[in-house]
């Protein structure tokens, strides 16, 4: 069980990532970003700009299979993992794919 | 184990699960409670002897996995490649052991003996939850102990196991077999670490069985973090295998290509083991009550309400207390009723009696003495205003409020290049620069520590300066919000140019979010302390050096060579040639500057005064500052920040001058 879905890129090809446009994870599929506030979702694959931003989401518990609730938007994305309470910006609320449950 | 050996051990764990306190626990010496940045970035050791034995503890930095992201991390990672500890004690919060548990496996593949400690159960037992360590211990097949650390609970148990003949004797695991005998002893049962997909499995055994080198960790764990692209472990692969390595290489490139890279596996199959284990062993018994903490706790992330609590604390804890009372209050009973009335001039006399030379007396005591301005600098000015800024911090960091603050500021310091994290340094530099640029170590990239030392260096004004600056111009209001607009202006600009100029991606910001919790005074009271120590280590040297540089100065006869300098400076800024003098000391002592220009203030007309004081608030840091600037980010960075910092000071003090003079041309 190692995220169905995942469609995580390989390296690059998306351009100077950080700056420019959002990204999705999946094109049509819903990003952490895109709950409402309240809502649950379970985490279907992780998009990173690089390496280092793959370990920070796993070591923050997002990994596919996770189930997370949002809980606000702004100022900053925050939400439930688990147990855990966690802020992120919109770059990388961005990165999450979640199956709204 | 022989009599007289030691056993050494590392607690290790993710920021904030009480690895500290166990080490205070198990070594009598305290460091501090909780890892947000700017507390346990260096590693503490400390000695415990119980039970006939003496045991070498170290704390390490906070750990989320062994695929390091933070300096932290690496640092707690080479600790344990390098000195082979014979226990690890994984510390773990016994809410949250599905994010905990994959870092146990990790250690555990990595070929490290591990003791599971799940702390907390008393948080856990309020959240509802029953945690069965026997369970988990049968599970992992490690030995794990239960423990509420912070009221003492378990830490015997700790010592008691760690103490026990068994535990020295363990032998060395061969890679991925697990003959650590689990807490009530017995089984040789092999660990729960993770199995991966097969195509994962495939790869892991090729990557290992070309290693020929020679490394720390098993070599499944080896392959594992070089699957992952781990950049030390590539390095340290390519260094080990030489030959080898481009076949490595070329097999990870296949074996990381295409939509579905191997590289991303591993992470997901262990939180899944993970939750399966916690799942099977942590029952919730009961619905977890709703507290008052937390209620205000969410309430606090909402803009509406935390913006205006922000704005009391910063008003109160930095204002009032540090500034007022630290700032204020106590610097003026120790540096002029106790230093300059008493202290100084007994040090005067003493070594004028001791020393004949004059060079030795001005090396010593004097205005610049290393005793009379070092010490007397160190002591009497800057400890009271970080002593209280520790304290207010202390405050904020044990009731979990930094966090929201960091995460509300977040946005607003997006465009200058920085995270949320940045705002704790920037802060700090309110109450003295040189403390804040090394706390901006705790950044997590490059490129944001540079950023935030460069802000730092521009224009966040000192407590001092601050000080003397507001006491200047508080007279003239109109200049006052001059000085302010055009300080904020540059500072921002500035920011946002180096944030542009400086190559790099925007520091991504994550944080986790914890409860609102009622600090204790005696956490309170042993950070402060710990950190005042900490201080005194590392930024008293800094001060003796200073001073120790304005001797040279003045000896090799540079001051003069500078102040003909400043005074060009000067003339073209249209300020008059007295003012060299307080820029130069300006860079000695921030304060010393402002204190200067306070002398000059009633001769000088309004816009003079403002486009000195703005010059002067932008100027070069100082002399203690750029000494650790250059230590903290390199001769290359500090010189590029100078570099920079220097002509765009003087650029806005000129633009300002050529500004106040056409409007007040115009009769404004």
């Known amino acids: ?101 | 184990m022989a009599p007289g050996s030691r056993v050494k051990v590392a607690i290790v764990g993710c920021p904030n699960v009480g690895k500290s306190v166990l080490f205070g626990h198990l070594t009598g010496r305290y460091v501090s409670v909780s890892n947000y940045p700017g507390t346990t970035v260096e590693v503490a050791r400390g000695l415990g002897r119980w039970a006939g034995l003496t045991f070498e503890v170290s704390d390490t930095p906070g750990l989320y996995s062994l695929t390091c992201i933070t300096d932290e991390e690496r640092t707690a990672r080479r600790l344990l490649t390098r000195e082979r500890p014979d226990w690890l004690i994984h510390v773990a919060d016994a809410k949250n052991l599905d994010r905990m548990l994959p870092l146990t496996f990790q250690l555990v593949e990595a070929g490290f003996r591990v003791l599971l400690v799940v702390n907390m159960l008393d948080e856990a037992r309020s959240a509802g939850l029953v945690v069965d360590t026997a369970c988990l211990s049968a599970r992992l097949g490690l030995p794990v102990i239960g423990a509420a650390l912070t009221r003492g609970e378990g830490v015997s148990e700790i010592r008691d196991f760690l103490a026990r003949p068994a535990a020295g004797e363990m032998g060395v695991r061969a890679a991925g077999e697990m003959r650590v005998r689990a807490g009530e002893a017995k089984t040789k049962r092999p660990a729960a670490a993770p199995i991966y997909d097969r195509p994962t499995e495939a790869a892991l055994t090729a990557i290992a069985e070309r290693l020929r080198g020679r490394y720390a960790m098993t070599p499944r764990a080896v392959a594992l973090l070089a699957l992952q692209e781990d950049p030390e472990t590539l390095d340290l692969v390519r260094a080990e295998e030489r030959e080898g390595w481009p076949g490595i290489r070329r097999f990870l490139d296949q074996a990381n290509q295409g939509p579905r890279p191997l590289r991303h596996r591993p992470p997901p199959a262990a939180h899944h083991l993970a939750r399966t284990v916690a799942a099977a062993c942590v029952r919730e018994v009961a619905k977890p009550r709703v507290s008052a903490g937390q209620i205000l706790g969410d309430l606090l992330l909402r803009p509406l309400f935390g913006v205006p609590v922000l704005a009391a604390v910063v008003y109160f804890g930095l204002y009032r207390f540090v500034g007022g009372f630290g700032a204020g209050t106590l610097v003026d009973a120790l540096d002029r009723a106790l230093f300059l009335d008493l202290v100084n001039p007994w040090l005067n006399r003493t070594v004028d009696i001791l020393f004949a030379g004059e060079l030795w007396r001005e090396l010593l005591a004097h205005e610049y003495g290393l005793l009379t301005l070092g010490v007397r600098y160190a002591v009497a000015i800057v400890l009271p205003i970080v002593g209280t800024f520790f304290v207010a911090f202390a405050v904020l960091e044990d009731s979990g409020y930094l966090p929201r603050l960091a995460l509300l500021a977040d946005r607003l310091l997006k465009p200058l290049g920085l995270s949320g994290r940045a705002l704790i340094p920037l802060t700090l530099g309110l109450g003295c620069g040189t403390m804040a640029t090394l706390v901006t170590r705790t950044l997590e990239t490059r490129r944001e520590r540079v950023l935030a030392t460069f802000l730092l260096a521009l224009g966040v004004p000192c407590s001092a300066q601050l000080g003397v600056t507001l006491g200047v111009l508080a007279a003239r209001p109109r200049a006052l919000a001059i000085w302010s607009l055009t300080v904020l202006t540059v500072l921002v600009g500035g920011g946002t140019l180096a944030a542009r100029l400086l190559p790099g991606r925007a520091a991504p910001f994550f944080m986790e979010v914890p409860p609102l919790r009622l600090p204790s005074f005696g956490n309170i009271w042993r950070k402060t302390t710990a950190r005042m120590a900490w201080y005194f280590r590392e930024v008293l040297p800094v001060f003796l050096a200073a001073s120790l540089v304005i001797w040279l100065g003045r000896l090799v006869g540079l001051f003069p060579l500078a102040l003909s300098g400043l005074a060009t400076v000067c003339r073209w800024l249209g300020l008059p040639k007295e003012v060299s003098l307080v820029f130069l000391f300006g860079f000695l002592r921030r304060d010393y500057g402002a204190a200067g220009l306070y002398d000059l203030a009633p001769s000088l007309p309004t816009t003079s005064l403002v486009v000195a004081a703005v010059t002067l608030t932008l100027f070069v840091p100082c002399l203690a500052q750029t000494v650790l600037m250059f230590k903290e980010r390199g001769p290359k960075v500090a010189l590029a920040i100078v570099g920079f910092v220097f002509p765009l000071a003087i650029l806005s003090g000129y633009v300002l001058s050529q500004v106040l003079a056409l409007t007040e041309g115009a009769g404004w």
């Open chain 1, 1 to 101: 069980m190692v995220g169905g879905r995942e469609k995580s890129s390989g390296r690059g090809g998306r351009g100077p990532a950080g700056v420019g446009g959002p990204r999705r994870v999946a094109s049509g599929a819903s990003t952490l970003a895109d709950l409402r506030v309240g809502q649950s979702g379970e985490v279907v694959a992780v998009e990173a700009p690089d390496q280092a931003g793959y370990r920070r989401l796993f070591a923050l518990g997002l990994v596919p299979g996770a189930r997370v609730t949002l809980l606000q938007r702004f100022p900053t994305y925050v939400f439930t993992v688990g147990r855990t309470t966690i802020a992120v910006d919109a770059e990388m609320a961005r990165g999450v794919g979640v199956a709204a449950v």
